[in-house]
């Protein structure tokens, strides 16, 4: 029950030539004043954008929300120009699987029957070119965690999300943004200790057999390359330098990148970091 791996979802990617696979996790939508806000959507606009014209899949890999809570009739307000370039994306037949994180775990149908998005509550198991990926957010892999594990196994019980969902949305999402807000602040200022529990995860999960292990929630960009395989955590979007990651099937590369760079080079891969 408080295992760190919640459920694993086994699914195969398919890409053809000249596609790539790209993940994005932390994003934190809903996050500090509203001008600074917009300025982050506009900029995972753009990448949607970019993107639009060569994926071959889209990870979201949690927290694309600083919070997220939706109802039967009801969705948090704002970032309707997000919502509404994901639903193009899938109208032009790019698949997207949305992970859930720490902070946008509140979802119930609105992205599955409105915007055809898969969203996942567990880890993900991908075989994309003939590499097996592991793919999770993070939460509740650290080490010494098993207080947040007891958390998130109450915030993720499907009777207690009903109930939750039986007081009036403005209460509702109110409380779910306050809640968002303390939970964002604990992982930011948290000291994970000398040994980085998430990234003691991703190399166990290489050394059962995993080529790529992507996670993010460590809000710490990070590529380590081992003989055995790589790991990536995608870090964050609260910065100045948000990054984002991208797998090349033609070459099985999988690298770590910076949006803005990535927007500005005019390339359509990035090469790995050294």
Known sequence: MFSPVTSL???????????????????HLGFGSRDRDREREALLLRLLDRMSSNAAHLFIVG???DYWFDYRTVIPRGHVRTLAALAGLREQGLPITYLMGNHDFGHFTYFHEELGITVVTGD????????????????GKAHNDKGYLILRSILRNRFAQRI????????????????????????????FGPVDGIRDFAIEKIHEGYDVVVMGHRHRAMEERRPDGTYV????????DPTFGIFDPATRIMSLGSVHEYLQSGLVYIAPQQ
């Open 9 to 27: 979802t086994r699914m195969a990617v398919e890409a053809m030539s000249g596609q790539y696979v790209y993940f994005v996790s932390d994003v």
């Open 63 to 65: 927290d694309l929300f």
């Open 124 to 139: 993900v198991h991908a075989d994309i070119a003939g590499s097996r990926f592991y793919i999770a957010h993070g939460d």
């Open 164 to 191: 939750y969902r039986m007081l009036h949305p403005n209460l509702g999402i109110g409380l779910a943004a306050h809640t968002s807000h303390g939970s964002r602040d604990y992982t930011t200022a948290r000291d």
């Open 233 to 240: 955590n995608l870090g964050d979007w609260l910065g100045n």
